[in-house]
């Protein structure tokens, strides 16, 4: 994973339960929920290689979105 990107970390309990989407997003640098939301609606958002879409604004991130990357498991999530 590149060093010189926002780098949100979820503890273990956070991906087991699930972590917002939104709120993830405004830790990695969005300035308000709102813009987050703006995002996602418009997909310029994309998680693992998947452009999310309006029916994603609720979504967790959990285990299952984790892939094994340089051996560490992350989710990549990308906007702009």
Not at 27 to 33: D, L
């Amino acid at each position: 994973v590149p060093e010189d990107v926002p780098t949100i970390i979820l503890t273990r309990t956070e991906a087991e339960e699930g972590k917002r989407l939104l709120d993830i997003l405004t830790e990695a640098g969005i300035k308000s929920r709102s813009e987050a939301r703006r995002l996602i609606r418009q997909r310029g958002v994309v998680l693992n290689e998947e452009r999310l879409e309006a029916d994603d604004m609720m979504r967790l991130i959990t285990l299952k979105d984790l892939k094994d990357v340089a051996g560490q498991k992350v989710a990549v999530i990308r906007f702009g």
